[in-house]
């Protein structure tokens, strides 16, 4: 079994900057990729970005592209997600996700962990 765990979320004004982790554990932690996904309330959760495990290879969204970065550490079996430029827009739960059973970019994945707020002032 595999667990996740985001941390980094919190309160912070347009146009300021929050760097989000995922830290993943399990006897044996193996994944294609990770993902990044948010749920604001009455949404549905949405991409936000994902990268490979083995190439690092990355996917953003384009609401966030140019704004936030995806990044993963294979030693470590984190993955986190630095956010600039926020805008209210922003403000949702986030989610960290592993085992994808489609693509990368689909809410499809097998673990996730609990979410972490990002709440963005005007």
């Known amino acids: 079994q595999v667990q996740l765990v985001e941390s980094g979320g919190g309160l912070v004004q347009a146009g300021g900057s929050l760097k989000l982790s995922c830290a993943a554990s399990g006897r044996t932690f193996s994944t294609a990729a990770m993902g990044w996904f948010r749920q604001a309330p009455g949404k549905e959760r949405e991409f936000v970005a994902a990268i490979t495990w083995s190439g690092g290879i990355t996917f953003h969204a384009d609401s966030v592209k140019g704004r936030f970065t995806i990044s993963r550490d294979k030693g470590k079996n984190t993955m986190d997600l630095q956010m600039n430029s926020l805008k209210p827009e922003d403000s949702a739960r986030y989610y960290c996700?592993?085992?994808?059973?489609?693509?990368?970019?689909?809410?499809?994945?097998?673990?996730w962990g609990q979410g972490t707020q990002v709440t963005v002032s005007s």
């Open positions: 996700a592993a085992g994808p059973r489609s693509m990368a970019t689909q809410p499809e994945y097998r673990y």
